[in-house]
């Protein structure tokens, strides 16, 4: 059986001469768990990243984890919610469009559920970036530059944590 996998377009501004666009593959039929072995504590900030593309759940994830982070996937609105009961996390990751649902229907369950959260929402179809009056920290636009990413996770933790 031939595997299928699954891509994800991101920008790398580590490359000499300016910007350069790669390709990540990933092989979703690899069988790794959904969330972090790294157990929870207060020494580091635990990430539930809410995306329904398993590429590029898979490629915050890895970002996440080589910078130390506890990492917590749904691949489901559904699935999120259940999480968010279950675990302690510091920063949310939130695709505005999680298979048929819209994400932000989720900000009033986290602000309820998990207050000093943050939030950071995703998309790659806004033509404009989404107002942040529903109640998320910040926003970032799909494909993302791993730098900026980087930043805005480490600030909204940091953020996080300080509450």
């Known amino acids: 059986m031939a595997k299928n996998p699954q891509s994800?377009?991101?920008?790398?501004?580590?490359?000499?001469?300016?910007?350069?666009?790669?390709?990540?593959?990933?092989?979703?039929?690899?069988?790794?768990?959904?969330?972090?072995?790294?157990?929870a504590g207060e020494q580091v900030a635990?990430?539930?990243?809410?995306?329904?593309?398993?590429?590029?759940?898979?490629?915050?994830?890895?970002?996440l984890e080589l910078e130390n982070y506890r990492v917590l996937e749904a691949p489901t609105v559904d699935l999120a919610d259940e999480l968010l009961t279950q675990e302690p996390v510091d920063l949310v990751l939130l695709d505005l469009h999680v298979g048929s649902r819209d994400g932000r229907e989720l900000v009033p369950v986290i602000r309820t559920r998990q207050p000093h959260a943050s939030i950071c929402l995703l998309s790659g179809t806004s033509v404009s970036d989404p107002p942040l009056d529903a109640g998320?920290?910040?926003?970032?636009?799909?494909?993302?530059?791993?730098?900026?990413?980087?930043?805005t996770v480490e600030r909204l933790c940091s953020s996080s944590i300080e509450h």
Do not use: H, W, Y
């Open 136 to 151: 998320a920290d910040d926003f970032i636009r799909k494909p993302f530059d791993l730098d900026v990413f980087r930043a």
């Open 46 to 63: 635990t990430v539930l990243v809410v995306e329904d593309d398993p590429a590029l759940r898979m490629l915050c994830r890895v970002n």
């Open 8 to 39: 994800a377009d991101f920008f790398s501004t580590r490359a000499q001469g300016g910007v350069r666009c790669g390709r990540l593959a990933v092989d979703t039929s690899m069988g790794m768990s959904i969330n972090s072995q790294r157990p």
